[in-house]
């Protein structure tokens, strides 16, 4: 049979195969030809339908195991609080976070894994009570999580319009146009994104839809996969946010120190604990290293061979969108330059930069850092982000590149694109909220105070690892070192090199489980900047965060008995890089 005869039955030419099939192996994948004879054309068909319906079998039969497992471990709680028993600060705090984690890995679903996560949470909390849960569920994680995150829901939805106006005044596309010329190479696109990740370290948020609003079009020229691009994003937001002086996440970091007894201030202690933040400085090298090895392995690999062949594996909504042929560079770069100058402004004057912060409060006057260490995301984001989409409307349509009815078309545009990731950080936020009312934090305390007594040269190991699972099951850094913080300093003499060692190993934890969990809002932001699916953001970086997490955690315990940062520097670059040689050498011999 062939095309050209017109003798391919329905289904049967290789297009529709591929086309059907999308996502999944190819038939070259799977070592079948596409060329189909009569007697063979059955064979082959008949062979991917039984390989999917084995995968979707399989799949299948692990979500029943889990959900009875689930079950099972509903029913002991259940019957623990029937017989009066307390599953507040207790292992049982950290379940429902689990729970949700491991069914949006199994069903690549996160909306109802993280309302499921929620349900039980608000379950533990009033002791299976329903009206008590119903009624937590609603006041205490859903309603407060709208009302606490209002500002950076607004910052978002502030954010897509800009996006949308500046694609449809064709902005974007002639960035691409000119980044076609300037950045030549697959490898050059990448070190541009990671480059601006760096540039851009006042907030993390901020940060990665920046980023991605900037080097899509780039990345999109140069077949760089969604997914791929939403991890340069996350590793170069938190990371850098977490060594950099001025970024919001040293100053939460400063004010949680501020008080405690470690015999310098906040900010010092900060800019101290930086040479050993071994999982946001390792991550850098790792992306340098995977950038010049042309190495992509686990769920990464697939997504980036699939965008070789065109598929980026982008958002569906992002198809058919229309630019003028006459937008400009300038028409990308002046509104994103605008952006972060107001937004600077905006986070400088709510922290009372130039008089008084928000709650009258004069002493921070003049003073920058200080202006920075006291001020409010949630509030200087948006009031940047306001005067930057005013600035950017007046701009386009002056230059007549959009219409005023053009530019307001892009305000339901804007707000629809970050409809997906408002969800997901509602339910998040909600999430954590019921972790909170079970104490976890409790839990993780006494653990630590355990620990501290029988592992006193480990324990920067330890606390990296604590701080992992932490971040990843509460999907807060922020949190996870405002807990860990105090038990640190109480543990460890002040001034001590053991002390900064073990700070740093609070905050690169802290960065790790944020970095890997998918109910994180940093997690979230990466992949609303980067335009994909949120999960498949999360697959594809979990087994690059893991890497870099293990040589970390060897690099801690160096650091912990050694205490010499140019050793442990060079122990754990040397580690990585012996680990992704051998990940290198591993992928050549299965490609062969």
């Not at 599953?87 to 069914?103: F, K, Q, R």
Request: hydrophobic letters at 55%; charged letters at 15%.
């Amino acid at each position: 049979r062939s095309r050209s005869a017109g003798t391919w039955a329905a289904g049967e030419d290789p297009a529709d195969c591929h086309g059907f099939f999308r996502g999944e192996l190819s038939c070259a994948n799977m070592r079948f030809m596409c060329v189909m004879m009569e007697d063979h054309d059955a064979f082959l068909f008949e062979e991917v339908g039984s390989m999917k319906t084995k995968a979707s079998k399989s799949k299948t039969i692990l979500t029943k195991i889990v959900a009875i497992v689930i079950l099972a471990l509903l029913v002991v709680a259940a019957i623990k609080c029937a017989n009066g028993a307390s599953l507040a600060n207790t292992a049982w705090s950290l379940l429902p976070p689990v729970i949700a984690i491991v069914l949006a890995l199994i069903t690549k679903e996160a909306y109802s894994a993280l309302f499921i996560g929620i349900v039980v949470g608000g379950l533990f909390t009033c002791g299976f009570a329903p009206v008590a849960t119903l009624d937590t569920i609603l006041n205490d994680g859903l309603i407060s999580a709208i009302s606490a995150n209002a500002g950076i829901f607004l910052f978002l939805v502030l954010l897509g319009i800009i996006v949308a106006l500046v694609n449809a005044a064709g902005g974007s596309a002639a960035f691409g146009r000119w980044a076609e010329t300037h950045i030549k190479t697959h490898a050059g696109a990448q070190l541009a994104t990671f480059v601006l990740g760096i540039l851009i370290f006042i907030d993390d948020y901020f940060n990665c839809l920046t980023v991605g609003s900037v080097m899509r079009p780039v990345t999109d020229r140069h077949k760089i996969s969604r997914p791929k691009l939403a991890y340069l994003i996350d590793a170069t937001a938190a990371p850098v946010c977490m060594i950099a002086p001025i970024s919001s996440w040293a100053a939460a970091v400063s004010t949680t120190a501020a008080d405690l007894d470690t015999g310098m201030s906040g900010i010092e202690l900060f800019v101290r604990a930086i040479p050993y933040n071994l999982y946001s400085i390792l991550t850098f090298v790792f992306i340098l290293a995977i950038v010049a090895m042309k190495l992509d392995y686990g769920p990464m690999r697939k997504f980036e061979a699939k965008a070789a062949k065109g598929d980026l594996s982008a958002l569906a909504e992002e198809a058919g969108e229309s630019a003028n042929p006459n937008g400009r560079v300038i028409d990308l770069i002046l509104p994103v330059l605008v952006l972060i100058v107001t937004c600077t402004l905006g986070m400088i004057y709510v922290g009372g930069f130039f008089g008084v912060d928000m709650s009258g409060d004069p002493s921070f006057a003049g003073d920058f850092i200080g202006a920075f260490g006291n001020t409010d995301a949630f509030v200087g984001l948006p009031w940047g982000g306001v005067i930057a989409l005013v600035l950017t409307v007046i701009y386009l349509v002056a230059r007549k590149v959009l219409s005023f009815k053009e530019a307001m078309a892009c305000v339901p545009k804007g707000f629809v694109a970050m409809v997906p990731p408002i969800i997901i950080l509602t339910l998040a936020v909600s999430l954590k909220a019921m972790i909170n009312s079970l104490g976890a934090d409790v839990y993780v305390y006494d653990l630590m105070y355990a620990a501290s007594a029988w592992l006193y040269s480990m324990l920067p190991a330890v606390i990296f690892i604590v701080a992992c699972i932490l971040a990843f099951a509460s999907g807060t850094s922020w949190g996870t070192f405002g807990i860990l913080i105090p038990i640190v300093t109480a543990v460890f003499p002040a001034d001590s090199t053991l002390l900064i060692i073990g700070i740093s190993a609070c905050c690169a934890g802290a960065v790790c489980g944020d970095h890997c969990s998918p109910i994180s809002d940093t997690t979230i932001m990466a992949s609303a900047g980067a335009q994909c699916e949120h999960l498949d953001h999360v697959t594809t970086q979990l087994p690059y965060a893991i890497t870099v997490a293990a040589v970390s955690f060897v690099g801690f315990i160096v650091a912990g008995f050694v205490q010499n940062v140019y050793i442990t520097w060079l122990v754990s670059a040397a580690l990585l890089l012996g680990v992704l040689l051998f990940l290198r050498a591993r992928e050549r011999k299965q490609a062969e």
